[in-house]
């Protein structure tokens, strides 16, 4: 592995480090010498993290629903530490429900943390990435950011516009230097299916058998995934450090057979009525 590593020491920005991916990250990059500043929405916790750090951290209060508390994370970020090289948009959570049953203001709040939260954070962090030319923007999306499940709906579609934000960023920053990646776990052991995620519980009887039943296995399989967050969180310190990162990176098992059983399915759909719309276009 390490042949196409660069060894050295990365200053990280990450929010949600209270728990999951956040904090195994947090937790490791530490470990392994790197410098963090790391989100929190308690102050609390903030000082818990600078205490456990010392020298090479510094915990932070920003809810990434506050643009002002966003930006000033971000400034006192870059004084404590000097420079960010890599920023990590972990914040985030599940909202689940029938699309139908889901009330506008959850959909709003999803949209708010898992859309505007990251868009906050890099409007925050790209003019100093820039000014560098250098960096590497790490979105934590989903397998459900590439492929849907019943009941998951809202939470797919938040996860698919921050899918296309992480695209389209990477070819508006490489020729800068800076490099994109959006992860996509399937099931790991957080508290995504657990005490992080809202359940809209289907009461229109026609759902209970797709919505209701994915949403019984999501809550029943919760703490058993199959995904280990500590295996992931290293894979995501190595990610950082290869020379040609991907854009796309499916963790865990499950995320990888998703993504390619996606892709192939899409595939195999356009080229079955690619006439339809070949056709579509005035002719030559």
């Given at each position: 592995?390490?042949?196409?590593?660069i060894?050295?020491t990365k200053?990280?920005?990450?929010?949600?480090?209270s728990t999951g991916?956040?904090?195994h990250?947090?937790?490791?990059?530490l470990?392994?010498?790197?410098?963090?500043?790391?989100?929190?929405?308690?102050?609390?916790?903030?000082?818990?993290f600078t205490?456990?750090?010392?020298?090479?951290?510094i915990?932070?209060v920003?809810?990434v629903?506050?643009?002002?508390?966003?930006?000033?994370?971000v400034?006192?970020?870059i004084?404590?530490l000097?420079h960010l090289?890599?920023v990590?948009n972990?914040?985030?959570?599940g909202?689940?429900g029938p699309?139908?049953?889901v009330?506008?203001?959850?959909v709003?709040?999803q949209f708010d943390?898992n859309v505007?939260g990251p868009?906050?954070?890099l409007r925050?962090?790209l003019p100093?990435l820039?000014?560098?030319?250098?960096?590497?923007?790490?979105?934590?999306?989903s397998?459900?950011?590439l492929?849907?499940?019943?009941?998951?709906?809202?939470?797919?579609?938040?996860?698919?516009?921050?899918?296309g934000?992480?695209?389209?960023?990477a070819?508006?920053?490489?020729?800068?230097g800076i490099?994109v990646?959006?992860?996509?776990?399937?099931?790991f052991r957080?508290?995504?299916?657990?005490r992080s995620?809202t359940?809209?519980?289907?009461?229109i009887?026609?759902?209970?058998?797709?919505a209701?039943?994915n949403m019984?296995n999501?809550?029943?399989?919760s703490?058993?995934q199959?995904g280990?967050?500590?295996r992931?969180?290293?894979a995501?310190?190595d990610?950082?450090?290869?020379?040609n990162p991907?854009?796309?990176?499916?963790?865990?098992k499950?995320?990888?057979?998703g993504?390619?059983d996606?892709?192939t399915e899409?595939?195999?759909?356009?080229e079955?009525?690619?006439?339809?719309?070949?056709?579509?276009?005035f002719?030559n």
């Amino acid at each position: 592995m390490l042949n196409f590593l660069i060894i050295m020491t990365k200053h990280w920005f990450i929010t949600g480090v209270s728990t999951g991916f956040g904090k195994h990250l947090a937790e490791l990059a530490l470990a392994q010498g790197d410098k963090v500043a790391a989100t929190f929405r308690h102050q609390q916790q903030a000082d818990e993290f600078t205490s456990q750090a010392g020298e090479n951290g510094i915990g932070l209060v920003a809810d990434v629903v506050d643009e002002a508390a966003v930006q000033q994370a971000v400034a006192a970020a870059i004084k404590a530490l000097g420079h960010l090289d890599v920023v990590v948009n972990n914040a985030g959570y599940g909202s689940l429900g029938p699309i139908e049953e889901v009330p506008d203001e959850e959909v709003q709040r999803q949209f708010d943390v898992n859309v505007f939260g990251p868009l906050r954070v890099l409007r925050a962090v790209l003019p100093h990435l820039r000014e560098r030319r250098s960096g590497h923007v790490i979105n934590i999306t989903s397998i459900g950011g590439l492929k849907t499940f019943p009941g998951v709906g809202i939470y797919n579609a938040s996860k698919f516009a921050l899918e296309g934000i992480g695209e389209s960023l990477a070819q508006q920053v490489g020729p800068l230097g800076i490099k994109v990646t959006n992860v996509e776990p399937s099931g790991f052991r957080t508290d995504w299916a657990g005490r992080s995620a809202t359940f809209i519980e289907p009461k229109i009887a026609d759902y209970k058998a797709t919505a209701g039943q994915n949403m019984a296995n999501i809550q029943g399989y919760s703490g058993q995934q199959p995904g280990d967050p500590a295996r992931a969180a290293q894979a995501m310190f190595d990610l950082v450090r290869m020379d040609n990162p991907p854009l796309h990176l499916p963790l865990g098992k499950a995320a990888v057979k998703g993504a390619l059983d996606k892709f192939t399915e899409i595939k195999q759909e356009v080229e079955q009525y690619a006439h339809i719309g070949n056709g579509a276009d005035f002719p030559n």
